[in-house]
């Protein structure tokens, strides 16, 4: 998780207001047993990403500040398993052991495979007609960062303290990621 890191020390950096919602790290007894709880045994990425950050504050009076980069909130997490619960077992959205670890507020969500059947981060949304179920977005975690921090430093994703300060060049975004992560079927629909 050294390239979480570096893009945490980035968002310090600009100042960017998730940085103050962000939560402290938990211990990888409380993630092993918050997860063994619904039947999942968390992958090494998993446990560093948790261990580093227990994702966003969630509130209402800070809602689009909230983004860790444009239109993705981190999740928490208890409100990972929340959502796990909800659209894995409720909705049937998506087969068990898929964590979401990022979320727009809405349904859309990235999520990484606990159980390692395939590597990489997979976008998901019900709304979503190019793909059928989901689509893997990023090649790994720390390729996802990877290319955040990338997105970040040129300036195609930017945050900043109010909502009128968070910027997005799609166009950048899609050139970066297609590059970074080249087995990465989300973003060859772009």
């Known amino acids: 998780m050294n390239t979480l890191n570096r893009l945490l020390d980035y968002l310090n950096e600009i100042?960017?207001?998730v940085v103050g919602l962000l939560q402290k790290g938990l211990t990888k007894d409380e993630i092993q047993i918050a997860?063994?709880?619904?039947?999942?045994?968390?992958?090494?990425?998993i446990q560093q990403f948790y261990q580093t950050i227990n994702g966003t504050l969630m509130n209402n009076e800070y809602l689009g500040l909230q983004y860790f980069f444009p239109g993705h909130i981190m999740l928490s997490l208890e409100k990972s398993i929340?959502?796990?619960?909800?659209?894995?077992?409720?909705?049937?959205?998506?087969?068990?052991?898929?964590?979401?670890?990022?979320?727009?507020?809405?349904?859309?969500?990235?999520l990484t495979d606990c159980l390692d059947r395939n590597k990489g981060i997979y976008f998901y949304s019900?709304?979503?007609f190019r793909f059928d179920g989901l689509a893997k977005k990023y090649d790994s975690l720390e390729s996802l960062f990877t290319t955040v921090l990338r997105c970040f430093q040129v300036k195609a994703y930017q945050l900043g303290?109010?909502?009128?300060d968070i910027k997005y060049d799609g166009e950048k975004v899609i050139a970066i990621s297609k590059e970074m992560n080249p087995d990465s079927e989300y973003w060859l629909f772009n």
């Open 161 to 164: 303290k109010t909502l009128k």
């Open 126 to 128: 019900p709304d979503e």
């Open 35 to 45: 997860l063994a709880k619904e039947g999942i045994e968390p992958n090494e990425d």
């Open 15 to 17: 100042n960017a207001s």
């Open 82 to 110: 929340e959502l796990y619960k909800e659209e894995c077992f409720e909705y049937s959205s998506w087969e068990q052991g898929y964590l979401p670890i990022f979320w727009n507020g809405n349904r859309d969500y990235l």
